[in-house]
Nanobody
């Protein structure tokens, strides 16, 4: 499975961005999907995950209520809508998928496939 993340950029605090992650090389609906982020000098952090049908979503504490994960199984794409952005949201954001058939884990080591990352910079 190949994952291609896009949509990052520079935004002011309080603004919004929507990240996209296009999947190819596999049957998309067989894969739960997740988003992680990594800021300079910090460990990779769980952001959000969604199950295969899109009926269940999970969020990290720092983004709950501000970010929304969704997926369009007809377009093989997962999204991350980010609202009320803060400077501390600045990071490289990665989309990821675990092995087919698994749930939507919240730990990075459970994910097998990773996109290349897209940089989000939030200015104060």
């Amino acid at each position: 499975v190949q994952l291609q993340a896009s949509g990052g950029g520079l935004v002011q605090a309080g603004g919004s961005l929507r990240l996209s992650c296009a999947a190819s090389g596999g049957t998309f609906i067989n894969y739960s999907m997740g988003w992680f982020r990594q800021a300079p000098g910090k460990e990779r952090e769980f952001v959000a995950a969604i199950n295969r049908s899109g009926s269940s979503t999970y969020y990290g504490d720092s983004v709950t209520g501000r970010f929304t994960i969704s997926r369009d199984n007809t377009k093989n794409t997962v999204y991350l809508q980010m609202n009320s952005l803060k400077p501390e949201d600045t990071a490289v954001y990665y989309c990821a998928a675990p092995s087919a058939g698994l749930g939507a884990p919240m730990i990075s080591t459970a994910y097998r496939y990773w996109g290349q990352g897209t940089l989000v910079t939030v200015s104060s």
